[in-house]
């Protein structure tokens, strides 16, 4: 359990900004697009994955340059042609860690051990935005710096057992 004052300094946007990151502010593409347009918009932005969309903007898989090179790469040559024709819902995993943006600091920590983004949704799996580990970090050093500022911290002396 996450006391209430660690808390209350890991969730301080005024310290930090906001935890998650809108949807409007992250890329993505579309399950019908194709190959072409996934690996231009990889090859632009900061993520080394992103999510992919239906046309009612619900979450439906994550895309990413390794996938789409294994979906090309034939045992003799990269077949840069395979591009166009090539779906992204064929190559995508369909597997996405997601959240909902009630859940609560605690779930959030533990889900992002094993990955590097959540992806927020609503219940009808409306993409909303991101949550990143490296946010996530952010706000840690900002606890591990300001800590001492806020608190008056003392070891409790441990408990001998008789």
Known sequence: M????????????????ELMIDSADVANVHYNNNLNHAFLVLSKVKYSVIPVLDSKSRI???ISMPMIINAITEIDAIRYDKLEN???ETVMDPNVP???PWTDLEDILNKLIDHNFLCVTEENGTFVGIITRKEILTRVNHLVHSIHQ???LEKKESLEVK
């Open 98 to 100: 997601t959240i909902r």
């Open 2 to 17: 996450i006391s209430k004052e660690i808390e209350e300094i890991l969730l301080d946007t005024k310290a930090c900004g």
């Open 60 to 62: 439906k898989g994550l």
């Open 150 to 152: 806020l608190y008056k």
């Open 86 to 88: 090539i779906t992204v």
